[in-house]
């Protein structure tokens, strides 16, 4: 997937309070082609125990009506919390009726959640909805289904960083000290190659090393960045300013 057309999300990675999250993540939804969004998160802290966390621009009553932190009512956080990929709403019509029409019944016509999951329990689902439904509608959510999780990526990292800031500026510093750290030159180029659209192996071929080689350079970027994935490593590698853009 190209990484161009994605400079948006360089507004969710400085966000530095929930209020600019909120915005910066209405701004996205609407550029992904959406119309609501609805984040959930679970941020255990050794010393809050466990943060829940909500953020939304979607109609309230039915986040008072259809969603909950309970797993035996709400399908889509039942799903989330054991699945990572996608959850297509309109694979839910056989399954769950009721819920479907209740979202319905709030202009939520359609609609995909994207499960995050982190180290230490961190957990966070985001939502993204439209305002209609049909052939056309679940076309377009599928075109835009890689920058979609790399936007629940990005603000699952943002809202611990600004949870952590809040509870724990020690740990918050740490984290800034190791975003700064420099990759490798072969870790920049590994990133680079794979951010073009090649495989491992072929970036292998390129650099005229072993596959295996180009895996661990990327293991060791990924750990570096503090992140969970390639694609979220490219972007997080190219604001940082360790790559260009492809």
């Not at 661990?216 to 969970?228: D, E, I, S």
């Amino acid at each position: 997937m190209s990484i161009q057309g994605t400079v948006w999300l360089r507004t969710i990675q400085v966000s530095a309070s929930f209020a600019e999250l909120k915005h910066s993540v209405g701004f996205a939804t609407e550029r992904l082609g959406f119309q609501c969004f609805l984040y959930c998160g679970r941020f255990p802290n050794p010393h809050t125990k466990v943060h829940e966390f909500h953020l939304k621009n979607c109609p309230e009553e039915w986040v008072r009506d259809a969603v909950s932190s309970d797993a035996a009512t709400d399908p889509l956080h039942r799903r989330a919390l054991r699945e990572v990929t996608p959850i297509f709403w309109h694979e839910l019509v056989p399954y769950e009726p009721t819920w479907i029409a209740r979202a319905r019944k709030f202009g939520l016509a359609t609609g995909v959640t994207l499960p995050v999951h982190g180290p230490d329990g961190r957990w966070s689902s985001l939502s993204l909805m439209k305002n209609r439904g049909g052939a056309g509608a679940e076309r377009d959510i599928r075109a835009a289904i890689g920058k979609c999780h790399l936007l629940a990526a990005f603000i699952h990292e943002v809202t611990d960083r600004i949870m952590r800031n809040h509870v724990e500026p020690a740990i918050a510093a740490e984290e800034c000290k190791i975003e700064r750290c420099s990759l490798t030159e072969r870790e920049r180029d590994c990133l680079t190659w794979i951010a073009a659209g090649k495989t491992t192996a072929q970036a292998a071929d390129i650099l005229s090393v072993a596959e295996r080689t180009v895996v661990f350079h990327l293991a060791n970027a990924r750990r570096k960045l503090g992140v969970a994935n390639s694609h979220h490593a490219i972007m997080k590698a190219v604001s940082l300013g360790h790559i260009k853009a492809a």
